[in-house]
C-alpha cells in the first residue's frame, strides 16, 4: 500500500473499515521470562512514576528512556521505526499521532484498552482515535485553556472578569482609556499551540479526510472569525502585540504592565518564574465563550501513550499504558512526579490535585474549576504535517502582529502553505 495515498493509515483511521493492512499483529512475544519494555518520554519524574509499576509487575518491566520532546522525539521515533527499532512505548502529542499513524508507527489498541473511553472527555478520546474506531494511544496529560488574571488590578481599575470575547474586546479597550500605559494581555506569535487552542474551541477542523484525501480547512469560517478578532485587537492598539516567554513579557506579567493572560492548566508554573512577585495576585476563570453561557474550551498542550508495532509485547505494554493514565496511585504519581495535569477526568480535581498550586493559595477551588472547565474540551483534527502549519504561523502571524496589519493574509499564508506541503510529499488533497 503506497503510504502516502491515504496519509498511510492515518485518513484511514476516519473510515477505518479501509484499513485493514495498516499495522502489525498484536501478538506477544513467544519468549519466556518476563516482557522487557522501554518507554521514549519526556515529561520529568516518569522514572520514579514507572518504578511503581516494575514493584508490583515483575512479569513485565519498563525503562524510561529519557528524550527531548516535540518534533525531535517525533524525528526519532520515525527514523527508528524504518529501521525497525522503535521503542515499545512513545509518549507523543496529540498533533503528532496523525503523522506517526500515517507512517504506520503505532499500534491499534482498541482490543487492549477497551472500556477506557469513559475516563477521558470525549474530546480528548477523538484525539487518540483521529476520529475513527481503532485507539493509537490513550491521553495522558492534558491542557484545558482558561482565562488568568491580575484580580488586584481588575479591582483597582473596576474592571469585570469577562464571560464572551465580546466582554473580552470591551475590557481590553476599557483598560487602555483608565491606563494607556498597560495591557489586558497580547497576542503572540511565538507559540502556535495558543492560537490553534483558540481555534479548536471556535469550532475549527483544520485537517479532515474525504475518502483517500486530506482536507485542510485552515482559513473556515470558524479559524477567521478567531484571527480576526485578534487581530482587530491588535490592529487598533487594545492590546499588546509582543510575543511570549520573552525577558521583555516576563517583565510585563511581573510589573503588572499585562494584567490578564489567556492560557492554559499549566499556567501557574510559568508564573512562578515568569512574575515571581505576583503570587497570590492572579485568579483563574473559565475562557471567555462566543456564546454566553457556554462551557467550551480549547486545548494548549498535552500528551498521549502511544504502543509501537515494533513492540513484541502490544498486549503487555498496552497494560501499562491503561495503568500510567487511569490508575489512581499512577495518576497522583504523575501530578506529583512529573507535574502534569492528568487527562483521566477522575483524577482532575482529587488526590494529588486537591490542593491548589503554590502561586495560587488564594484559589483553593483551583482544580475543582479547572476539571469543570475541561469537560468541555472541544475535539481537535490533526493532520500530517502539524510542523509546516505551526512554522507558517510563527512567520506569517509574527509579522502581521508587529506591523499591526491584520490576520487575513496571515492566515490564508498558513492554509496554504500546509496544503502545499501535503501535495509536495505526495498526499492526496481534496478542494
Known amino acids: 500500500m503506497n503510504h502516502r495515498t491515504v496519509a498511510a493509515c492515518t485518513a484511514a483511521a476516519v473510515a477505518a473499515a479501509a484499513l485493514t493492512g495498516c499495522g502489525s499483529s498484536d501478538g506477544e512475544s513467544a519468549a519466556s521470562g518476563p516482557a522487557e519494555l522501554t518507554y521514549w518520554a519526556w515529561a520529568p519524574g516518569m522514572d520514579k512514576v514507572v518504578a511503581l509499576w516494575n514493584e508490583e509487575n515483575p512479569d513485565v518491566r519498563v525503562t524510561v528512556k529519557k528524550q527531548a520532546g516535540g518534533d525531535d522525539l517525533v524525528t526519532k521515533t520515525l527514523t527508528a521505526a524504518k529501521a525497525g527499532e522503535a521503542p515499545d512505548l512513545v509518549q507523543a502529542e496529540y498533533q503528532a499521532l496523525p503523522t506517526l499513524v500515517g507512517n504506520d508507527v503505532l499500534a491499534d489498541i482498541s482490543g487492549e484498552v477497551a472500556g477506557s473511553e469513559k475516563e477521558f472527555a470525549p474530546g480528548l478520546w477523538q484525539q487518540v482515535t483521529l476520529g475513527g474506531d481503532a485507539v493509537y494511544a490513550l491521553p495522558q496529560d492534558s491542557g484545558p485553556m482558561m482565562f488568568y488574571y491580575r484580580h488586584d488590578l481588575f479591582e483597582e481599575y473596576g474592571l469585570t472578569v469577562p464571560t464572551t470575547w465580546e466582554e473580552f474586546a470591551d475590557t481590553a479597550r476599557a483598560l487602555k482609556r483608565k491606563a494607556p500605559d498597560k495591557d489586558l ?18 469550532g475549527a477542523r483544520w485537517w479532515t479526510t474525504e475518502g483517500q484525501k486530506w482536507k485542510v480547512a485552515i482559513d473556515d469560517e470558524a479559524t477567521r472569525k478567531v484571527a480576526d478578532f485578534w487581530g482587530s485587537l491588535v490592529e487598533e492598539g487594545a492590546i499588546d502585540n509582543q510575543p511570549m516567554y520573552t525577558p521583555a513579557w516576563n517583565k510585563a506579567l511581573n510589573t503588572g504592565k499585562q494584567i490578564a493572560w489567556v492560557s492554559a492548566v499549566w499556567a501557574p508554573g510559568t508564573l512562578t518564574t515568569a512574575a515571581p512577585d505576583t503570587k497570590g495576585k492572579w485568579t483563574m476563570a473559565p475562557l471567555p465563550q462566543w ?30 499504558a491503561t495503568w500510567l493514565n487511569t490508575d489512581p496511585e499512577a495518576l497522583n504519581a504523575l501530578v506529583r512526579e512529573s507535574g502534569v495535569y492528568p487527562a483521566a477526568k477522575a483524577a482532575q480535581s482529587g488526590g494529588a490535585l486537591t490542593q491548589a498550586p503554590d502561586f495560587f493559595p488564594n484559589q483553593p477551588d483551583f482544580y475543582e474549576q479547572a476539571a469543570k472547565i475541561a469537560q468541555g474540551t472541544a475535539p481537535a483534527a490533526w493532520g500530517p504535517n502539524v510542523n509546516v502549519a505551526y512554522s507558517t504561523f510563527k512567520d506569517a502571524f509574527g509579522k502581521a502582529a508587529k506591523n499591526r496589519s491584520g490576520f487575513d493574509a496571515a492566515l490564508r499564508t498558513m492554509h496554504e502553505a500546509t496544503v502545499a506541503d501535503l501535495r509536495k510529499q505526495g498526499f492526496g488533497v481534496a478542494e
Open 291 to 320: 456564546e454566553k453561557g457556554a462551557n467550551t474550551t480549547g486545548s494548549w498542550g498535552g500528551s498521549t501513550t502511544a504502543v509501537t508495532n515494533d513492540s513484541e509485547h502490544k498486549e503487555a505494554a498496552a497494560r501499562f
Open 185 to 202: 494581555t497580547t497576542f503572540s506569535s511565538n507559540d502556535a499551540g495558543l492560537f490553534a487552542g483558540l481555534a479548536q474551541q471556535a
